[in-house]
């Protein structure tokens, strides 16, 4: 049974185009994560919520945002998409930090076109 | 700076063979330790985890792992690869002060019939 979520697997958007991706998770879980993962890449961390807590990565562009409604959902929102955003973006969960295992979602495959 | 390397971009074995995936960090202090694999157009599963004790970790799908202090390493072992697991292999760390794990750039596994 699939624990975190990802809509829509894979979505086409145009330049400068907002966009919104959807993580769901019935785990319970206190902590969300937003990944980003180029093309043979490492995922690298973009922000994550520890409850209502909201947590940027100090390298994390502007146009990046983040909404989390309820313990289940999280959004990730690109104002203004560019080529270079195109990636695989990686929704995680963990019942805490550091030493609790993260859960991952399939992931969003973005083209920007 | 806290990092996680691994030396290995590809690595290909044949089938039924043994494997080593390195991996080695750099942490003030012993971080927790994870691998993950990542089939391609996939998210991240968890293979295995390090935080204290055994330094011999047992994970899924016949996969062991051995943290040395020593060498500031921990390095994924497989006795026998089958080729479903052809696939990218992830090490990273985390610590308790943080939510973010770091991420090594991954080992990309070829199976060789």
């Known amino acids: 049974d699939a624990m975190v979520i990802q809509n829509p697997r894979y979505q086409v958007t145009q330049f400068g185009k907002p966009v919104t991706l959807s993580c769901s998770q019935t785990?319970?879980?206190?902590?969300m994560y937003w990944y980003q993962q180029k093309s043979s890449q490492a995922p690298k961390l973009l922000f994550h919520?520890?409850?209502?807590?909201?947590?940027n990565e100090a390298d994390t562009p502007d146009n990046f945002q983040s909404r989390r409604p309820n313990t289940s959902f999280c959004f990730l929102d690109i104002r203004s998409p560019g080529l270079g955003d195109a990636a695989m973006y990686l929704c995680?969960?963990?019942?805490?930090?550091?030493?609790?295992?993260?859960?991952f979602g399939q992931g969003t495959r973005l083209t920007v076109v | 700076a806290q990092s996680v390397t691994q030396p290995d971009i590809h690595i290909t074995v044949s089938e039924g063979a043994s494997l080593e995936l390195r991996c080695n960090y750099s942490?003030?202090?012993?971080?927790?330790l994870f691998w993950y694999v990542q089939s391609p157009g996939q998210g991240l599963q968890l293979l295995l985890k390090?935080?204290?004790?055994?330094?011999l970790v047992q994970g899924i799908k016949g996969f062991e792992a051995e943290f040395k202090r020593s060498q500031s390493s921990f390095n994924l072992r497989k006795p026998s690869v089958h080729w479903s697991d052809a696939a990218e292999y992830f090490c990273?760390?985390?610590?308790?002060?943080?939510?973010?794990?770091?991420f090594g750039s991954g080992t990309r596994l070829l199976v060789r019939p």
């Open positions: 390090y935080f204290s004790g055994d330094t």
């Open positions: 942490y003030g202090a012993t971080p927790y």
């Open positions: 919520y520890y409850d209502k807590d909201f947590n």
């Open positions: 990273a760390g985390g610590m308790d002060s943080s939510y973010k794990l770091i």
């Open positions: 995680a969960t963990s019942r805490e930090g550091g030493d609790t295992e993260a859960f």
């Open positions: 785990l319970n879980h206190n902590v």
